[in-house]
């Protein structure tokens, strides 16, 4: 029996029988480069990942919302109403889900009848892969399909994004729900976050693997430092546009903010807005390196942005700094980094394919001995973006 199968007996087993049921799938991401760029008015270079998330779901004829997740089987079926949807801690992951109908509804979607919903995530939770934005997209492709609403890909991370942000309460930019509205097996999307221009690269690693490494910090964007660090840069900016009217960190190059620095009172925000600065920057000459086929360098440029996160915008912390700073030490290594928001998480290597399961061993041995425990790591591949099964 295949896995859709096997989650649909769950559904009707926990939701009943009848009806028609629909079966969806929405992928996670990793970002290659151009970390804490999205809300600086830079640009990011991410792509989906063949991991994500499924959803059984199917049209009530009440406004009840009723979701189940194979997660977190021991919560059980949670309930709300599409008629009134409010953030409530005890709703746990559900929030996800309400947050998009919300704000579908506020951006002229009406979803006025309910759903029953079963999830089940094939990416590791609080990883820094993005489950809570797969979850998110999904949600949307669902409702979009059940009510026939005429939505894009790129509508649908705006709404993905206004959840986020108005209804759980992060401040989060756009990348995670673009990469995976907007995913493309063996491509990665070179976003500009400032006109959500874009274009897809190819990525052809040929005899190149990307391997994640999970640090199994568990974190999450509420109780992280993620709110502050964006404060902090939208303060330098408010600071330079004393001096200069500039429209974002990401519109300026590194010659230009260097003449700007004086501008910025507080020198630990000095040093976060000329990380956002030279991750742009590193971002753009990366997707350039890669189009000319140059891996050398755009490996180094990867090595080059967590250099950036752990010294100017201090995300990384100890685990990922150990297992990144291992990565860099084993051979076949072209680039590795932290990925995601950092203060634990992943990280990302790519990787020569006959050196990848001496890599796994060295990592996994040097990062257990210092930390404590063990770290994960998955191979992956590039995947599409949501869809019906
Ligand atoms: C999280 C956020 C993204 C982005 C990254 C850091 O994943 O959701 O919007 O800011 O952190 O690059």
Redesign the pocket.
Known sequence: MNMVEDLKKVFIEKMGDGGEILAFFAPGRV?LIG??T??NGGHVFPCALTIGTYGIARKRADSKLRCYSTNFESLGVIESDVKDLAYKKEDDWTNYVKGVIWACQQKGFPVDCGLDFLCCGTIPNKSGL?SSASLEILTCKVITDIFNFDMDGVEASKIGQYAENEFVGVN?????QFAIAMGKADHAAFLDTATLEYKYAPIHLDGYRIVIGNTNKARK?EDSKYNERRSQCETALADINKIEPVSSLGALTEAQFDELTYAIKDPVNIRRARHAVAENQRTIRAVQALEDNDLLTFGRLMNASHVSLRDDYEVTGIELDTMVEAAWQQDGVLGARMT??GFGGCSVSIVKEESVDAFIENVGRIYKERIGYAADFYVVEIGDGPRQL
């Not at 989060?172 to 995670?176: F, K, P």
Request: glycine letters at 14%; a negative charge; one cysteine or more.
């Open positions: 970002n970390e804490h999205d809300y993005s989060c930019g756009i990348m995670d964007l995601g928001a």
